[in-house]
DNA sequence: AATTGACTAAAATACTAATTTAGTCAACAG
DNA sequence: CTGTTGACTAAATTAGTATTTTAGTCAATT
């Protein structure tokens, strides 16, 4: 819902100042009134815009996943070969979120461990929203012949579970580990499902392709 | 360390206790008078067998671990083409957890969140214990000539990486899903990976394999 | 019309007393 | 003599009460 003005609207300078704050006190230690002191507003006008404290912490959680859906959204209309994007789009998945959570000393599980419910199914919705792209992009893949004929809507579902251990939520991202392994082990599951995914003939020249995006990146 | 005879031992009475007593109960509200109740037993006796109450849990974890490595090298040493050893293993190193915890109402890690840094740091040596079944099966695919050329180490523990999101750890089984629907995911994964593994001339037989392999378990 | 902070019910914390529990080990039973 | 046990105790937890804090509201203010 951003405005097309530079200037962040108020919802986002909430978001950005519940961001510090999480990281410093946790989500019980913040209260309202340090959240509206933070941002240099008064505590009723946080309230125009979230409907609870409760409703804040989902609200954050959505602009972080919003980000990556538009960028993986993005990934999908590049000109990219569909194993390339496929590719971008597991190692985007996890590092924009990785990246997105590295303030947080402890997990999002634990931190939101009151609110564990509504968050579990947040984030179901979450994985179903990302699973429409990469079938898409699976489809693409079988419609110019590169991928093998396979379930897209399932093999997409199958996909995010493969990598979603590595997504900083019941681990925090200290937990994980390394910025760079957890980039390496995304990228090699990725590696691997996507052999599992091409057409025999077609591998040896996707793979060279991947193989040269892997050295670009590095 | 279970002996021959058909008693078993006293170390698995408590554990087998510690079990029923914490899916009734959890860790916290479990007591040791409790569970020397539960056993017949004096408190005393419990402390003759673990250290602390911590080390109950860590024992009860080992053993179902012990209960997946053990089903790990039986498969190991099968007559089954090594690309049906690892998607069995694969299956069975969720399956096996899975049943094994299912009589628990919450998540291990949640029920165990007093110990988290201990059972994370257990649960990392489990990874590295099966990763070693794991590239053994892939080297000897390799061997044989069904499998590519790969890094048997990094491999096993991508294989590992890809499935542990259906691990019951973090969320419970009630949290997973239907237990059909896991076997399915984690079938499904298993399948991905291998593909990504085969040699392109291998690849048929071995999918004709796999694909009878997975009528027989419906 | 948009913002705000005083207000209040509910929740959380602090304090103190009482009770419970993990872990120990001397006494007991076989 | 060996293995088991439950009385014992320091530490932890719980219960009860008082105090303080906080989420959320809304009439007053800008």
Same mark, same amino acid.
């Given at each position: 819902?951003?405005?097309?003005?530079?200037?962040?609207?108020?919802?986002?300078?909430?978001?950005? !100042?519940?961001?510090?704050?999480?990281? +410093?006190?946790?989500?019980?230690?913040?209260?309202?009134?340090? #959240?509206? !002191? *933070?941002? @240099?507003? @008064?505590? @009723?006008?946080?309230?125009?815009?979230? =409907?609870?404290?409760?409703?804040?912490?989902?609200?954050?959680?959505?602009?972080?996943? +919003?980000?990556?859906? *538009?960028?993986?959204?993005?990934?999908?209309?590049?000109?990219?070969?569909?194993? *390339?994007?496929?590719?971008?789009?597991?190692?985007?998945?996890?590092?924009? +979120?990785?990246?997105?959570?590295?303030?947080?000393?402890? $997990?999002?599980?634990?931190?939101?461990?009151?609110?564990? $419910?509504?968050? #579990?199914?947040?984030?179901?919705?979450?994985?179903?929203?990302? !699973?429409?792209?990469?079938?898409?992009?699976?489809?693409?893949?079988? +419609?110019?012949?590169?991928?093998?004929?396979?379930?897209?809507?399932?093999?997409?579902?199958?996909?995010?579970?493969?990598?979603?251990?590595?997504?900083?939520?019941?681990?925090?991202?200290? *937990?994980?580990?390394?910025?760079?392994?957890?980039? =390496?082990?995304?990228?090699?599951?990725?590696?691997? #499902?996507?052999? @599992?995914?091409?057409?025999?003939?077609?591998?040896?020249?996707?793979?060279?392709?991947? =193989?040269?995006?892997?050295?670009?990146?590095?």
């Amino acid at each position: 819902m951003r405005s097309n003005f530079v200037k962040p609207d108020m919802e986002d300078l909430i978001l950005d !100042a519940t961001d510090r704050l999480l990281a +410093r006190y946790g989500y019980r230690k913040m209260t309202m009134d340090d #959240l509206a !002191a *933070e941002v @240099g507003i @008064g505590k @009723g006008t946080i309230y125009l815009h979230f =409907r609870s404290k409760e409703d804040l912490i989902y609200a954050l959680i959505d602009r972080v996943i +919003r980000g990556v859906l *538009e960028r993986l959204q993005q990934i999908l209309r590049s000109i990219s070969s569909p194993a *390339e994007k496929i590719r971008e789009m597991i190692v985007l998945r996890v590092m924009y +979120r990785f990246d997105s959570v590295q303030i947080f000393p402890e $997990s999002l599980s634990e931190m939101f461990r009151d609110l564990r $419910s509504g968050v #579990l199914q947040r984030r179901e919705d979450y994985f179903k929203e990302e !699973a429409k792209l990469f079938a898409a992009a699976l489809k693409e893949g079988q +419609r110019v012949g590169i991928f093998r004929p396979v379930d897209c809507s399932a093999t997409a579902n199958t996909m995010l579970a493969a990598t979603n251990s590595l997504l900083p939520f019941h681990l925090s991202t200290h *937990e994980l580990g390394k910025r760079s392994d957890i980039e =390496r082990m995304v990228a090699q599951i990725a590696d691997l #499902l996507l052999y @599992g995914l091409l057409q025999p003939g077609v591998k040896s020249k996707e793979r060279r392709k991947l =193989r040269r995006k892997r050295r670009q990146s590095a």
